[in-house]
């Protein structure tokens, strides 16, 4: 009977209330009444929902994504990229619900597990077992509590695959970064040091070298063979090529190109490339008034997002590329599928649940709709 | 001479004179028998003979002259004379002869003739009989149109001596009569049943006739022992006879608004003791009215006039007048009107008039509210909030009242060159839908309207008393909360102090009515009206939140059944720069808590405080926002905003995200 009731008054709907806006409105205003208004708390959750994380299946053809709910959504890249593709296909192919204690911000795929962490423990699935959608915890990680009132997040998790080991970094609100060995399970070192939690770990040289940033506003250089103290600490904040005190001097990402000694990091200064030998700042990233939450090298370029919605292709001397609009307004994570070259994509996700999709890093292709 | 004759005629026919002398007259006709016909041809030949020699001998001896032979020729004559006498003898018989073959041919004839008639007869039987014999094969027998039992039926069921098998297996006749027999058996029995139902029945039929007359001869008894009661019932102040009246009035009341009165009364018995329900108007126009057959008859030259314009004053105003009156007659509502009252728990009582618009066939209510004696209901922000144009918006969604239920009466309107029913609803009332089902109508689209069922009105009864109520209570409860919030204090009631800190450092500046117009005009706010979650039927305030040089803008969007929809709140803060949703996730996030999580807000029972929980909740977060930047800052000199707040991290996750809950255990905020 509502549906009828609706129906048969959904022409003509206006409110008393605002009777000097009737006379003037009542009769152009007709099609913003017939949008459904649904504001039911789903419709609430799903306007509220951040993308924290996103993370390419070994295989190259799924994305998982996890948001501040707790879930984690599985989309199908074949069938998004395919050429008939529709927005009814720009769905998650399935979702479950992964922490029953909050946000996830951080993914990390394996060969065999989808390693998911946030609020609560890091938790390990197999990705057939997400793939038949039947997804059960394999294992799990619990942080060490540091306090009563101090709810230790893992804020990153890095997998460090290498010939003879297999390691798992994780970057931890209680200043720590722990690592684990994948196969035994066994917790091999702790790094500490940063006085304030860690946003972002960096491996190269095999794993041998790390970087962390921090909210402390430093990044450190461990060398993993002597992991009791860091090496270096680099502090951006203090440089007046790149501090901006009204933004803190919180460091929200760190990367290291595999190759040379380079080293980018940014956040609340501004984002500045580093040479790892000298330690000293080379170039700065403008982004006025804008702080940076996501950076990494591909080829030639660093690919930075944060505050803005836009993507930011930059080259190594400072020139910017390209900057790429993208529907989140607040940028927390850009990911590139290198899994497999037909799928080769960036990915986009931050404070919206839809999730962009570009297919030549030179546009959005299509977003992803998080569910 | 005559001796010769009679010799002569002796020897001729002396053997036939002996015979004949008997009789003399049949003495020839006997004598024809005797004699041959052959026999008297010859005689006769030899007769002409001999007169034919006498003649010859005559004329011979007359030729001889001279002889005296006259003797002789005498005698000759005599002689051939004598022969005729022979001739005219054998005449007779002649003719005797041919009279007796002539009889005997006609007698043989007529013999012929008999047997003929035989024949046709004999033939005429023969067709008759062959005639019998095709009816009797024609014959149709009654039993052919009677349904029988089928054969195997039949000697399944019917008894050995009727069906005898032995018989009927073979011969299909005595079969057939043997079902027959059956047939009748059974018709019989049947029979027999229909009768004895008869009787049942009128058995029946007279029993209800007496207990009838017993039923009508209590009615005076009743009558005279209520008459009776009165005093005692004024006595005891038991408004009996006013209830029986009422009803008595109901039966005058148009069929829809009979069910909403007694379905209303029903459920005000069963369940509800503070709804008031009774009957108004006019009792003898509703009698007159019910006599006699409203009408409204074709204006077939409405378009006509509409289009005319008005030539000279006398015209208008006859056509002002025409136009008046048909208004009148198409939108006249029934004399008696059903007024119900909805008392709520603080005093205040919601009265609802319902009328039956008769033309138009639809039910409209109007709406007045009392409130109760120690509330607050003065407030300028909210003042139309308890109006009667607005307070029962929405009561189910989209339920505005502003348009007839009725399809049908567009046209009809339109018809009798009226505006539309918008235009005439301060008139008439609102013809909300909740108010049709009340009235057990019904209206399908593009329907006419069915008939009035107090099915209808029953299932929708007690939903709607209790939305209605609930309507009053959480509409008095906002207007408290506004005018609280117009005074610049946050009304947070005392069951829900434990969810905030006691001090609260920022403070609303004011709270004031905005517009769809402009809320939408605000980019930060897009999001919401493109997610549906904010229209333009909905209710925006804006309020102004400070702290030192800080400034908290806070639009609230509240739709009309607030506060099942919970107010929806968009922040944009000043505070060196500006800050939204859009550029700033904390923003977000603080909108994230009461947008999202209001549960927290919430106890079980009552969700009216909701506004008021929400708006200490954002002042809370506002300062958290404040005391956590200014801790982020690497300013110098003395920071403008101290810490006031106790959290042990100012930031966590890779959003930063600020510690927005509060731990009333503890006292201390946490993060999410």
Do not use: C
């Given at each position: 009977m509502a549906a009828v009731a609706t129906g048969i008054l959904g022409s003509t709907c206006y409110f008393r209330f605002n009777i000097g806006n009737l006379n003037l409105n009542g009769k152009k205003k007709k099609s913003t009444d017939?949008?459904?208004?649904?504001?039911?708390l789903a419709a609430r959750k799903q306007y509220h929902t951040s993308v924290f994380a996103q993370c390419f299946s070994p295989c190259g053809k799924f994305l998982a994504a996890a948001n501040n709910h707790g879930s984690i959504a599985i989309f199908s890249l074949t069938t998004a990229l395919?050429?008939?593709?529709?927005e009814a296909l720009w769905k998650p192919v399935y979702s479950f619900?992964?922490?029953?204690?909050g946000a996830i911000f951080c993914l990390a795929s394996s060969d065999i597990f989808l390693i998911s962490g946030g609020n609560g423990p890091i938790c390990a699935w197999k990705w057939s077992d997400i793939l038949n959608k039947?997804?059960?915890?394999?294992w799990s990680w619990a942080i060490p509590k540091k306090g009563p009132f101090y709810q230790t997040e893992v804020n990153t998790i890095v997998i460090d695959k290498q010939e003879t080991q297999c390691r798992l970094y994780a970057g931890c609100g209680d200043n720590n970064v722990y690592v684990w060995?994948?196969?035994?399970?066994e917790q091999l070192v702790t790094l500490s040091g940063h006085d304030n939690y860690i946003h972002s770990v960096s491996l190269k040289n095999k794993g041998q070298m790390c970087a962390t940033a921090s909210e402390d506003g430093t990044v450190k250089l461990w060398d993993m063979r002597h992991?009791?103290?860091?090496?270096h600490t680099l502090e951006p904040y203090k440089n007046q090529l790149c501090a901006r005190p009204e933004f803190g001097r919180w460091l929200g990402c760190v990367a290291m190109e595999t190759g040379d000694d380079w080293l980018v990091c940014g956040g609340g200064p501004k984002m500045s490339l580093w040479?790892?030998?000298?330690?000293?700042?080379?170039t700065v990233f403008d982004t006025p008034a804008v702080c940076q939450k996501t950076v990494m090298f591909y080829e030639d370029t660093i690919i930075s997002a944060g505050g803005e919605p836009y993507v930011n292709h930059w080259y190594?001397?400072?020139?910017?590329?390209s900057r790429i609009p993208c529907t989140?307004?607040?940028?927390f994570s850009v990911v590139v599928n290198t899994a497999l070259n037909s799928h080769k994509v960036l990915c986009t996700a931050g404070n919206r649940p839809k999730i962009d999709v570009c297919t030549n890093f030179g546009y959005k292709a299509f977003s992803l709709t998080f569910s | 001479m005559f001796e010769k004759i009679s010799r002569a005629e002796e020897n001729i026919s002396y053997q036939a004179l002996l015979e004949s002398k008997s009789g003399l007259f049949y003495a020839e006709e006997e004598e024809v028998d005797s004699h041959d016909p052959q026999n008297d041809l010859t005689t006769f030949g030899k007769t002409c003979e001999e007169i034919r020699t006498a003649m010859t001998e005559i004329r011979k001896l007359k030729e001889k002259?001279?002889?005296?032979?006259s003797e002789e020729i005498e005698e000759k004559k005599i002689n051939a004379t004598l022969q005729f006498v022979v001739l005219k003898k054998l005449n007779r018989l002649a003719h005797v002869r041919c009279k007796k073959v002539r009889d005997a041919t006609s007698e043989a004839k007529q013999r012929i003739d008999q047997y003929h008639l035989q024949l046709q007869n004999l033939l005429y039987e023969t067709m008759h009989l062959e005639k019998e014999i095709t009816r009797c094969l024609e014959f149709k027998s009654k039993d052919e149109e009677i349904e029988l039992v089928s054969t195997t039926e039949f000697y399944k069921e019917a008894p050995k001596d009727i069906s005898r098998p032995e018989v009927t297996q073979s011969d299909s006749h005595q079969r057939t009569l043997a079902r027959l027999d059956w047939e009748l058996e059974q018709r019989k029995g049947l029979d027999q049943k229909l009768k004895e139902a008869k009787d049942n029945k009128e058995k029946l039929e007279q029993e209800i006739k007496t207990k009838q007359e017993y039923l009508e001869n209590l009615q005076p008894k009743l009558n005279t022992i209520l008459q009776s009661t009165k005093p005692v019932q004024e006595y005891l102040g038991m408004p009996f006879d006013q209830i029986r009246e009422q009803h008595q009035t109901a039966c005058h009341l148009p069929h829809p608004l009979y069910v909403l009165y007694m379905q209303s009364s029903a459920y005000k018995q069963a369940c509800d003791k503070h709804l008031e329900v009774r009957i108004d108007g006019d009792l003898q126009a509703a009698k007159s009215i019910k006599s006699s057959v409203t009408e409204i008859d074709e204006d077939s030259d409405s378009d006509q006039e509409d289009q005319?314009?008005?030539?000279?004053k006398r015209r208008r105003k006859t056509s002002d007048s025409r136009v008046s009156d048909r208004k009148n007659r198409a939108l006249q509502r029934h004399p008696l009107s059903v007024v119900m009252e909805i008392k709520c728990r603080d005093g205040g009582c919601l009265h609802l008039t319902f009328h039956y618009?008769?033309?138009?066939e639809i039910i409209t209510v109007n709406t007045k509210f009392q409130s109760g004696p120690?509330?607050?209901?003065?407030?300028?922000?909210?003042?139309?909030?308890?109006?009667a144009e607005s307070v029962?918006?929405?009561?189910?969604?989209?339920?505005?009242?502003?348009?007839?239920?009725?399809?049908a009466n567009q046209y009809e309107l339109r018809r009798l060159g009226l505006r539309d029913f918008t235009y005439y609803i301060p008139e008439l009332g609102r013809p909300y839908l909740w108010a049709q089902w009340l009235g057990g109508l019904q209206f399908l689209d593009h329907d006419s309207p069915l008939k009035a069922q107090s099915s209808i009105s029953s299932a929708h009864m007690q939903q709607t008393v209790r939305l209605l109520r609930r309507r009053i209570r959480s509409r008095t409860s906002l207007l408290q909360q506004l005018a609280s919030l117009e005074r610049g204090s946050v009304q947070v009631i005392r069951e829900y102090l434990?969810?905030?800190?006691?001090?609260?450092?920022a403070h609303l500046v004011s709270w004031k009515r905005s517009t769809y117009e402009d809320f939408s005009v605000l980019p930060h706010s897009r999001p919401a009206i493109t997610a549906g979650l904010?229209?333009?039927?909905d209710l925006y305030f804006t309020a102004i939140v400070e702290r030192c040089s800080a400034k908290m803008t806070v639009q609230v969007v509240l739709t009309a059944n607030y506060p099942e929809v919970v107010p929806w709140f968009v922040v944009s803060v000043h505070w060196q720069t500006n800050r939204t949703a859009l550029n700033d996730s904390h923003i977000q996030a603080m909108e994230e808590e009461v947008n999202l999580h209001y549960h927290e807000l919430m106890?079980?029972?009552?969700?009216?405080?909701i506004l008021s929980n929400q708006m200490q909740r954002l002042m809370m977060c506002f300062d958290i926002y404040l005391e956590t930047e200014a801790q982020n800052m690497e300013s110098?000199?003395?920071?403008?905003?101290?810490?006031e707040k106790v959290f042990t991290r100012v930031t966590r996750g890779p959003n930063r995200?600020?510690?927005?809950?509060?731990?009333?255990?503890?006292?201390i905020f946490t993060h999410r």
């Open positions: 017939l949008i459904l208004q649904d504001r039911s395919s050429p008939d593709s529709t619900k992964a922490s029953e204690e039947s997804p059960k915890v394999i060995d994948l196969e035994t399970g992991p009791s103290a860091a090496e040479h790892l030998r000298s330690l000293e700042a080379t190594v001397n400072g020139d910017q590329k989140p307004t607040n940028v | 002259k001279g002889k005296d032979n005319e314009k008005p030539s000279s618009q008769m033309s138009l120690d509330n607050v209901t003065a407030s300028i922000s909210g003042g139309d909030l308890l109006s029962l918006n929405d009561i189910y969604p989209g339920d505005h009242g502003n348009t007839t239920p009725n399809p434990p969810l905030f800190p006691a001090k609260m450092v904010a229209g333009e039927s106890k079980e029972k009552s969700h009216d405080q110098e000199g003395p920071m403008e905003i101290s810490k995200t600020k510690p927005y809950m509060f731990s009333p255990e503890v006292g």
